[in-house]
């Protein structure tokens, strides 16, 4: 293990530049991506020597910085773990004779798979997280799905941190595995009706899921047959049940274009049938009630959603009826089918609701919620045929609350509510929004959580969240963890900005390719409200980020530092120009709808260039930078924030420090196990009070 120390590695630069489009770019850090790298996603023993040096000085410098706050990471550990529930478990969801849950056990780092009879009576235990987990450094559960007769779970787990799924079945009353492993997978599974086979996706060399296949028990995986193939490289396929449970959904797409594709169950061998024909810029999801399709879609130029109904005999594009017409403004995030009744998740101005449909009388109606800002999500349920409606609420003061709602009384009954076991009371604290006004004057909603004693003058510290891509929205809902960075006088602001569809598609779409620097203009508009309202003050916040996010961190680095104490940056998409060059890396053809093609467009080529975060570091001062990674990452290489930290601290002016830390034994999502997970919060909650100056008063 590397030792600790103050003094700041440089990595050598290796003079390598190229030309694209009659423009030269200049690359001295691109020794940092091993030619090999597509081996140590499956083994990061793999990696090259120096590579590894480097990272591993770098991970030594981080913790020589931050060593001072040791004492305080241990703390806030203690006090987030004190807010978790150790033997906590989720609320059984009834199918057939069974009802599932998941829980954990006091100690435990990873989920239990559980059942009891639905009546009542003992429960099983299926899958054992923490023994299926010894012997990994790393180890996370995919998926798991109970076979139809309730004899079987197919279940996966990845053991590198690289997002390389094998799946394996177990039988329920032996709590034993078959013989069958089928590896290199995405996690998801579909069962047949007949319960002798099931269908899974399988991820090409390059990482991407672009094959469907059907694996019957007790055959090795050679002997799998191929049901479909994607042979556009930028799309990529995963597999669900439809809503009916009827039906393998093959679903397929960029972030522009879908198409999907039904394989009735009880038949697993006929060949997969295709709903609509791709076309350029439409997307579609299909849900299904005996002969009918009811079809979420932007098709029409229903820029916000619309549902459309289709005969299930002949689905095509030219069959489709509006059931829920378009109305702009009013996002259509998702819908949920059962036997008499169609439920959809929508969004206006960063606000969720949930609506019920009643599909006999067409009568309509929503569940109300109070509080200024809120997160909602329809969770779904095993069974088709029920009135019930399960949906989880909460908000920023509000742990999460679990209810039960029958469609037709319209009566709810909480069924479980998040306990913090440490104590929390929601009056203590104080969940707000205000607007701030981008440069095109776009109105940018701003989620606030501080304490109810929290005085309002532009003194305290803040942490500024951000994501802002592939319109993914933030929600406005609790965190625990953030108690313990409020507790200390910190504002927690959530920053809904273009890129994300807060406030509908439009949102997003005004937030990506020629848009992108919108996002970014956002971003720094909402800092600057902050200050000018008093909520903090310039040099107080903390910027906060991670993946796209992390991209968006960079971006607002080096346009708009100067407002910042820090910067965290968590497995950051920095290096989005050589990325979107490089169409053998995983993600990079999907990605292509979301920020542009440059190999193809001189355009596209120049947009990226001109917001890139690597390529934009420039001779200026930065503020405090913490960049996180993980070796195994296939969706963020850790090459990138490597690279992006080497030219930093080569071409910065003064400010920072900027620091690495790569965890050389996870991908993505970071430390698997709920408290290990915990190690790395802390060091970005001590690394934001540092920066602000608080570390002495808070150990």
Sequence with gaps: ?????????????????????????????????????????HDPSQLDADIRSYLEAENAYAEGVLGHTATLQKTLVAEMRGRIK??????????????????????????????????????????????LAKGHDYFKFGGSRHSYDHKLVAWSADTKGSEYFAIRIRDWESATDHKDIVEETDGGVVWALNCKSFFYVKLDDNHRPMQVWRHRLGTPQDQDVLVYEEHDTGWFTHVHESTSGRFCVIAGGDHETSEQRLIDLANPEAPPRLIAARQNGVQYSIADRGEELFILTNADDAIDFKIVTAPLASPERSNWRDLIPHRAGVYVLDHDLY??????????NALPSIVIRDLTSGEEHAIAFDEAAYSLDAMGSYEFDTTTLRFSYSSMTTPSEVYDYDMVTRERSLRKRQEIPSGHNPADYVTTRIMAKAPDDAEVPISLLHRRDFVQDGKAPLLLYGYGSYGHAIPASFNANRLSLVDRGFVYAIAHIRGGTDKGWGWYLDGKREKKTNSFDDFAACARALIATNYTGEKRIVGHGGSAGGMLMGAVANRAGELFAGIVAEVPFVDVLNTMLDDTLPLTPPEWPEWGNPIESEQDFR???SYSPYDKVAAKPYPAILAMAGLTDPRVTYWEPAKWIARLRATMTSGGPVLLRTNMGAGHGGASGRFNRLDEVAIVYAFALWAVGLTDRNA
């Design 607 to 609: 947009t990226i260039l």
């Design 1 to 41: 293990m590397s030792t600790k120390t103050e003094q700041a590695p440089v990595a050598p630069r290796r003079p390598h530049s190229f030309t694209r489009h009659g423009i030269t770019v200049q690359d001295d850090y691109a020794w940092l991506k091993d030619e090999n790298w597509q081996e140590v996603l």
């Design 339 to 348: 036997a008499g009744h169609l439920v959809r998740l929508e969004r206006a």
């Design 86 to 131: 150790e033997d906590d478990s989720s609320v059984p969801s009834p199918d057939g004779a069974y009802a599932y849950f998941r829980k954990f056990r006091e100690g435990g780092q990873h989920e239990l798979f559980c059942r009891m009879p639905r009546n009542g009576g003992a429960e099983t235990i299926g899958l054992d997280g923490d023994e």
